[in-house]
């Protein structure tokens, strides 16, 4: 397999804007999915933080409209009308106002621009629910709640509810339009948004597929910063400075979780940790770098498992090509209408078949875990795409991109590879190219030139 990455161009220039089609075509899914009810998306509600790398406006609200910059609109999709109406404040409170001068009203902004039937001022949104939840029968009112974001900020749930309503401004706006209308149904609208997004149109496929070709880049830039005595943060440094270089920044702030970092679900603590969990590196250990790049709103995500010290332990090496193994048996069967039950049995199923061959004690223990009831808790598919990891349905279909992400620990060592995967017709295409697979290519792609490692 080839090792080197492609080359990527700056992130320089216009993004391509999609057709107005395009917008079309995702308002009538949306309008199928809801039936006579209504979608409500909300923009993000307030500025970015100073420590945040950028504004981000929240995906759905973005996906609809195309817009990026609006704050605190809220766009209302009716199934039963099929057309959609954004509502945006007359004028921004005076520090909100300070920081995003270009915000205007209802009456300055055009509904052609946010590919909307209308556009109204934001005190009309009451009085159109009020219209519409006087029909008969009333409508379900489906609540975007932001996504992953708001999935994690939320964690907490019951019995903790009320904390978890502080920590989760997108649960706190559902629970308020539920107040200001007690007797209407509302309802999360995950489900349909998720369902609406799952396939990606061709626009966004291409820009997919330079986000894979950045990700890729920026994960073989990080590769060579491996060695014992470094800390993880300089590695990370390596791939947010390729991703800025290759692409708009970073989708998530890298990972080079190393040693017991490594091992799931640690790398989880590092949303909690100060410094990110930032330690110094040791030979003998392993690492997750585990990246994505991020151009034009669109995310990137792809990893492999990699020895600090550039060369894996003979149980290291085996273990790994046992996971590749399991790995393509899991491509093998991706195509259209597959289940991911379905890849994840044709992976294990390999392990099984491979397991009496194994030689060492780390591999033997390895194939155990995996096909022991319960071994592999965190062997995962997920979408990609505005989000780093979105919601897939449980059969996966043609214009689908997704990352396949088998997820072991084996010793107290994890192990873990992935990468940005198009579901076709007739079955899959890896848009993270170039990259290496098993412990020999991965050794040689973090080995200088000229420079021989060999395995203790």
Same mark, same amino acid.
């Given at each position: 397999?080839?090792?080197?990455?492609?080359?990527?161009?700056?992130?320089?220039?216009?993004?391509?804007?999609?057709?107005?089609?395009?917008?079309?075509?995702?308002?009538?899914?949306?309008?199928?999915?809801?039936?006579?009810?209504?979608?409500?998306?909300?923009?993000?509600?307030?500025?970015?933080?100073?420590?945040?790398?950028?504004?981000?406006? !929240?995906?759905?609200?973005?996906?609809?409209?195309?817009?990026?910059?609006?704050?605190?609109?809220?766009? @209302?999709?009716?199934?039963?009308?099929?057309?959609?109406?954004?509502?945006?404040?007359?004028?921004?409170?005076?520090?909100?106002?300070?920081?995003?001068?270009?915000?205007? +009203?209802?009456?300055?902004?055009?509904?052609? #621009?946010?590919?909307?039937?209308?556009?109204?001022?934001?005190? *009309?949104?009451? #009085?159109?629910? *009020?219209?519409?939840?006087?029909?008969?029968?009333?409508?379900?009112?489906?609540?975007?709640?932001? %996504?992953?974001?708001?999935?994690?900020?939320?964690?907490?749930?019951?019995?903790?509810?009320?904390?978890?309503?502080?920590?989760?401004?997108?649960?706190?706006?559902? &629970?308020?339009?539920?107040?200001?209308?007690?007797?209407?149904?509302?309802? #999360? +609208?995950?489900?349909?948004?998720?369902?609406?997004?799952?396939?990606?149109?061709?626009?966004?496929?291409?820009?997919?597929?330079?986000?894979?070709?950045?990700?890729?880049?920026?994960?073989?830039?990080?590769?060579?910063?491996?060695?014992?005595?470094?800390?993880?943060? !300089?590695? $990370?440094?390596?791939?947010?400075?390729?991703?800025?270089?290759?692409?708009?920044?970073?989708? =998530?702030?890298?990972?080079?979780?190393?040693?017991?970092?490594?091992?799931?679900?640690?790398?989880?603590?590092?949303?909690?940790?100060?410094?990110?969990? *930032?330690?110094?590196?040791?030979?003998?250990?392993?690492?997750?770098?585990?990246?994505?790049?991020?151009?034009?709103?669109?995310?990137?995500?792809?990893?492999?498992?990699?020895?600090?010290?550039?060369? =894996?332990?003979? +149980?290291?090496? $085996?273990?790994?090509?046992?996971?590749?193994?399991?790995? &393509?048996?899991?491509?093998?069967?991706?195509?259209?209408? @597959?289940?991911?039950?379905?890849?994840?049995?044709? #992976?294990?199923?390999?392990?099984?078949?491979?397991?009496?061959?194994?030689?060492?004690?780390?591999?033997?223990?390895?194939?155990?875990?995996?096909?022991?009831?319960?071994?592999?808790?965190?062997?995962?598919?997920? +979408?990609?795409?505005?989000?780093?990891?979105?919601?897939?349905? *449980?059969?996966?279909?043609?214009?689908?991109?997704?990352?396949?992400?088998?997820?072991?620990?084996? %010793?107290?060592?994890?192990?873990?590879? !992935?990468?940005?995967?198009?579901?076709?017709?007739?079955? =899959?295409?890896?848009?993270?190219? %170039?990259?290496?697979?098993?412990?020999? $290519?991965?050794?040689?792609?973090?080995?200088?030139? %000229?420079?021989?490692?060999?395995?203790?």
């Amino acid at each position: 397999a080839s090792t080197t990455a492609p080359t990527v161009g700056g992130a320089q220039g216009v993004p391509p804007t999609p057709a107005s089609s395009t917008y079309a075509e995702r308002f009538a899914r949306a309008y199928s999915q809801l039936g006579t009810n209504l979608l409500v998306v909300r923009s993000r509600p307030s500025l970015a933080g100073l420590t945040d790398p950028a504004f981000d406006q !929240e995906p759905n609200f973005f996906y609809f409209t195309g817009d990026e910059r609006l704050l605190g609109a809220v766009l @209302v999709i009716d199934g039963a009308t099929r057309s959609a109406e954004m509502f945006v404040p007359a004028q921004l409170p005076p520090p909100m106002r300070f920081f995003a001068p270009r915000q205007t +009203g209802s009456a300055a902004l055009s509904p052609n #621009s946010v590919h909307v039937g209308r556009v109204s001022d934001w005190s *009309d949104f009451s #009085s159109y629910v *009020d219209n519409r939840l006087s029909r008969d029968p009333p409508p379900t009112i489906y609540v975007d709640e932001g %996504g992953e974001a708001g999935d994690l900020a939320g964690a907490l749930g019951t019995p903790l509810d009320s904390l978890a309503t502080l920590g989760n401004p997108w649960r706190a706006w559902r &629970r308020t339009i539920q107040q200001r209308w007690p007797s209407a149904v509302v309802r #999360s +609208g995950g489900a349909i948004v998720n369902a609406v997004r799952a396939i990606k149109d061709s626009g966004e496929i291409g820009t997919l597929r330079r986000v894979a070709a950045a990700s890729t880049a920026a994960l073989v830039a990080g590769l060579p910063r491996f060695s014992a005595g470094r800390r993880q943060r !300089e590695v $990370e440094a390596a791939v947010v400075e390729a991703c800025v270089r290759n692409a708009g920044g970073v989708s =998530f702030w890298p990972w080079a979780m190393s040693g017991p970092n490594a091992a799931f679900p640690a790398p989880f603590l590092s949303a909690a940790d100060p410094q990110h969990l *930032d330690r110094v590196m040791q030979a003998g250990e392993l690492a997750r770098l585990d990246i994505g790049c991020q151009l034009d709103h669109y995310m990137g995500d792809v990893g492999r498992t990699v020895p600090v010290s550039g060369a =894996f332990t003979a +149980g290291q090496a $085996e273990v790994v090509d046992l996971l590749v193994a399991a790995y &393509r048996a899991g491509l093998a069967v991706l195509r259209d209408g @597959v289940t991911k039950a379905a890849v994840t049995r044709a #992976s294990v199923a390999e392990v099984g078949r491979r397991e009496p061959a194994l030689r060492t004690s780390l591999g033997k223990d390895a194939a155990a875990v995996i096909t022991r009831p319960g071994g592999i808790p965190y062997w995962q598919l997920h +979408g990609i795409g505005l989000d780093a990891a979105e919601d897939l349905p *449980d059969t996966l279909r043609a214009g689908m991109v997704i990352d396949y992400e088998p997820i072991f620990v084996v %010793g107290g060592q994890g192990f873990y590879m !992935e990468d940005m995967i198009l579901i076709t017709s007739s079955g =899959f295409e890896i848009l993270t190219r %170039g990259l290496p697979y098993t412990a020999a $290519e991965i050794e040689r792609t973090m080995r200088p030139r %000229g420079e021989t490692k060999h395995r203790r």
